[in-house]
Every structure is written in C-alpha cells, then in structure tokens.
C-alpha cells in the first residue's frame, strides 16, 4: 500500500495549512515530520525519521520506525521499517516545511 502525497493538496496559495479533517490532518502531520527531516539532511541516502508509523492514521497500529530518502528532484519516498506502509512525497519544496531554503535563497 502506497500513499502518494503533494503537499500542494493540503495547502492554500500562500502555503498556509487548509481546513483539514482530523484524519487528513494527522497525515499530514505525518508528512510534514518527514518533509523537514528530509530536507535537513538531504545529503544522506536514508534518513530516520524521529517518526512512528502508528502515528500516521487511528487505524495503523504497527510501531514500526519511519525511513525517508530523497529520490529525485522534488520527490520524497518514505517507509515503514516493520510492515507494508510506504509513500511519497511531492511539491514539498519552497513550503514551510522545506529546510533547504534557507541555504539555497
Ligand atoms: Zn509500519
């Protein structure tokens, strides 16, 4: 099971949080965590994320650790280190969540 993420969704056009359901919310949440630990250490092959998997939606129940790599430009994989749970990440960059532009701009 893959969940295929753009941050843009979650977003307005100022890059503000939208109205989001509690179950959306949490998921975003989730994202996020791994947007800012990815583009902090963007030069490592695989981040840990201080993340657990339980953490993304009420019904996950696992307590696996969350793995993120940054793939490809603009794009974020994720996964789960104990059960199926994986993702990516898109249109994450130039957010608020984006370490990265403080280097680059
Ligand atoms: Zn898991």
Redesign the pocket.
């Given at each position: 099971m893959a969940l295929k993420a753009d941050l843009r969704h979650f977003l307005d056009e100022e890059g503000n949080e939208i109205e989001l359901t509690d179950q959306a919310k949490a998921i975003f949440r989730f994202l996020v965590k791994i947007v800012s630990a990815v583009s902090e250490n963007i030069d490592q092959p695989l981040i840990y994320v201080d993340l657990q998997?339980r953490t993304r939606a009420d019904d996950?129940s696992?307590r696996?650790s969350i793995e993120a790599t940054y793939i490809a430009i603009g794009n974020i994989e994720w996964h789960?280190d104990?059960?199926e749970?994986s993702g990516t990440i898109s249109h994450w960059q130039g957010s608020m969540w984006d370490k990265q532009k403080r280097i680059l701009h």
């Open positions: 998997c996950v696992c696996g789960c104990t059960c749970v």
